[in-house]
T-cell receptor, first 110, second 114 residues
């Protein structure tokens, strides 16, 4: 069936360094969503990308949707300790609902 | 702001017990979902519902059933709990189009089956 894969699974950075997580789908997606889950918390919606090649920014976070609508990335510039958590991408699976990647867990040391 | 409330934060049950996990949303959302989250496996969809009394299987429905008698309430039922169902269970709701609407999650229920 359709899969959504995320890499890396874990990433540790020093505060101030950049961070990127990548999401790849086995099929073309109508849209892709990104969520953040803080330690001990629940996933919280960050953004949705719909158009081919779309780029959206939220302060230090930059989200991209690939031209073929099969991949996406989240880039964080100059990480802060508040960025710690697990970042998930999610895409619609035909016949069901959103399926999630396994997530990238970001840790930041100051 | 959307509120999705799960009835228990922590639950401990014995093998073979029938377990009910309750979820209520207060924003008149059409769609409701149950996911389970396990380390290294991410979020996996168990069941979802796009209307009252309607239910659809997700990727891992075995050992579970659901009930949606009212629009705001979606219950997950473990007919006979087993130790491999020890997990974090997350309920979510979304407003309209099931493939495009953002999910709003509850705080989760951490279930331990002994």
């Amino acid at each position: 069936g359709q899969q959504v894969m995320q890499i890396p699974q874990y990433q540790h950075v020093q505060e101030g360094e950049d961070f990127t997580t990548y999401c790849n789908s086995s099929t073309t997606l109508s849209n892709i969503q990104w969520y953040k889950q803080r330690p001990g918390g629940h996933p919280v919606f960050l953004i949705q990308l719909v158009k081919s090649g779309e780029v959206k920014k939220q302060k230090r976070l930059t989200f991209q949707f690939g031209e073929a609508k099969k991949n996406s990335s989240l880039h964080i510039t100059a990480t802060q300790t508040t960025d710690v958590g697990t970042y998930f991408c999610a895409g619609p699976q035909a016949g069901t609902a959103l399926i999630f990647g396994k997530g990238t867990t970001l840790s930041v040391s100051s | 702001d959307v509120k999705v409330t799960q009835s228990s934060r922590y639950l401990v049950k014995r093998t073979g017990e029938k377990v009910f996990l309750e979820c209520v949303q207060d924003m008149d959302h059409e769609n409701m979902f149950w996911y389970r989250q396990d380390p290294g496996l991410g979020l996996r969809l168990i069941y979802f519902s796009y209307d009252v009394k309607m239910k659809e299987k997700g990727d891992i429905p075995e050992g579970y059933s659901v009930s949606r008698e009212k629009k705001e309430r979606f219950s997950l039922i473990l007919e006979s709990a087993s130790t491999n169902q020890t997990s974090m269970y997350l309920c979510a709701s979304s407003l309209s189009t099931i493939y495009n609407s953002p999910l709003h999650f509850g705080n989760g229920t951490r279930l331990t089956v002994t």
